[in-house]
């Protein structure tokens, strides 16, 4: 198993709308990963701040690493700080988790458990994963050293795949293994 971890800083620019309708660009690029209240103050100064009086609405017109995750024009800042800290916490696993295991479909609160139970790990292929697997379980060791040799560990990666119990993921030449229980 590998793992391709990084520092990922995941921010937003938040825009002042009545300074847009206006023909005005005026906004911030705020730090996505911290608090959510953080982030809203700082989207409350930055429209305090606006050449136009009385701005009060804004719109995110720019994101970035949030490993093509689409947040959207008008986020839920919870849902955008649980991202930006889930991403630098667990990277690549976690944007793909989301992008492909419908993450957008869970409650911003459970994201990180149902990725944590998903999750399996980063591998060469399926097929290693499949004999990773066979190893943890223990059932590899119960065939005789000479059977373990004739067993057909791409058949059985493919049985894991047909079956639903498993989601395999190409990304970056890698392979991301999820459970689908």
Known sequence: ???SSHKVCSKIYAACLAA???GQLHGEWIDANQDADDIR??????LAKSPEPFAEEWAVHDSEGFGGIDIGEWPEIERVSALAMLITEHSEAFTVWYQHQDGQNFDTAELEEKYL?????VFES???FACQFLEDIGQLNELPAWAQNYFDFESYARDLRLSGDFSFITHN?????YSNH
């Open 1 to 3: 198993m590998t793992n």
């Open 20 to 22: 847009y309708n206006s």
């Open 126 to 128: 399926e097929t290693a």
């Open 117 to 121: 139970e998903s999750w399996q790990g």
């Open 173 to 177: 030449g890698e392979t991301y293994v």
């Open 41 to 46: 103050a700082q989207i409350k100064t930055m």
